[in-house]
C-alpha cells in the first residue's frame, strides 16, 4: 500500500465516500469510506512527515469535507466534491508525499 501516494489515498476516499454515500443512500456508509482514507494516509503521514504535518493534513482533510457541504448549497454537489478533493489532493502531495527540503 505504501506504493499509493497518499494525495491519491486522501482525494480518493474523498470522492469514494460522496460516491459510497449517493450510491447507496446510506450516508454512514460514506463516512466509513472516509474514516478509511483518513486513518490510512494519516498513518504514513505519521511515520513520514511527523505529527504537525500530519496534524495539519488531517485538519485540511476534515476542514475540506465539512466545506463541501455549503459550497455544494452555492455551487453544486459535483462541482463541490471536485473542490474539496482537488484541495486535499494538492495538500497531501505538496505536504505529505513530497520529500522535505532540506
Sequence with gaps: MSAIPTSVISAGSLL???LTGRATGV???????????AVTAGRRWQRTVGPARTAA???????AFGASHPLARR?????????ATAAVGVASHL????????
Excluded: K, Q
Aim: proline content about 8%; cysteine-free; aromatic content about 8%.
Design 57 to 63: 493534513l488531517l485538519a485540511t482533510y476534515v476542514g
Design 95 to 102: 505536504l505529505g508525499d513530497r520529500p522535505a527540503r532540506r
Design 16 to 18: 469514494g465516500g460522496y
Design 27 to 37: 450516508r454512514p456508509a460514506g463516512g466509513v469510506v472516509l474514516l478509511a482514507g
Design 75 to 83: 455551487i453544486g454537489a459535483w462541482p463541490s466534491v471536485a473542490v
